[in-house]
C-alpha cells in the first residue's frame, strides 16, 4: 500500500487506464508500426511490416518468398526484440505472409481508427472515471478520449 499524499506519474496512470480499456494491445501495435525500423533494424525492418496484433499474435507482411524463408530462422531474435520493446510477453508468435509493404511515413496514420459518433452513456461514463482529475483541461481531454473509447465497436 502506498502512503497517502504520493504521487502517480501521467505514465502510469494512462498505461493502468490503457490495460483496463483493452486498449494496450491497439497502442503497442500503433507504435510498432511508428517505430518499426528502429526496433527492428535494417534490412529486415525495410523488407517487412506489422500489419496487426491480435490475441498475442503479431502478423507481419514481408516483401517476398525468400525474406520469408530467411525471417522464419529469425522468428526468436524478432520475438525478442518486439516483447523487449513491450517491456512484457505481450507477443507470443509472429505470423508471416508475402505482401506489398507499404511506406513506412503513410502507413501509421492510415492505420488510426475511424471516428465514431460518441453516445450520451459513453460520455456520461467517461465523466464518472474522470471526475477525481484535478486539472480541469486534462479531465476533459481525458474524459473525451474514454467516451471515445467506450463508444466504438468491440472486435
Known amino acids: 500500500m502506498r502512503p ?3 504521487l502517480d506519474s501521467f505514465s502510469i496512470i ?4 490503457a490495460k483496463r480499456l483493452g486498449l494496450q494491445t491497439h497502442l503497442f501495435e500503433v507504435r510498432l508500426q511508428q517505430q518499426w525500423r528502429a526496433i527492428i533494424g535494417e534490412p529486415v525492418g525495410s523488407h517487412t511490416w506489422p500489419v496487426q496484433v491480435r490475441f498475442k499474435k503479431l502478423y507481419l507482411i514481408v516483401r517476398n518468398s525468400v525474406w520469408l524463408q530467411q525471417l522464419m530462422f529469425l522468428k526468436p531474435t524478432l520475438l525478442a526484440k518486439v ?9 507470443t508468435d509472429i505470423a508471416f505472409r508475402v505482401g506489398e509493404i507499404p511506406d513506412a511515413r503513410t502507413a501509421a ?5 475511424q471516428q465514431q459518433p460518441v453516445n450520451e452513456a459513453a460520455v456520461v461514463e467517461a465523466n464518472a472515471h474522470a471526475a477525481a482529475v484535478q486539472d480541469p483541461d486534462l479531465r476533459n481531454r481525458l474524459a473525451s478520449l474514454m467516451a471515445d473509447a467506450f463508444s466504438r465497436p468491440r472486435s
Not at 516483447?83 to 507477443?91: F, K, P, T, V
Open 83 to 91: 516483447n523487449e520493446q513491450a517491456g512484457s510477453e505481450l507477443i
Open 14 to 17: 494512462l498505461s493502468g487506464l
Open 109 to 113: 496514420p492510415a492505420s488510426q481508427p
Open 4 to 6: 497517502s499524499g504520493s
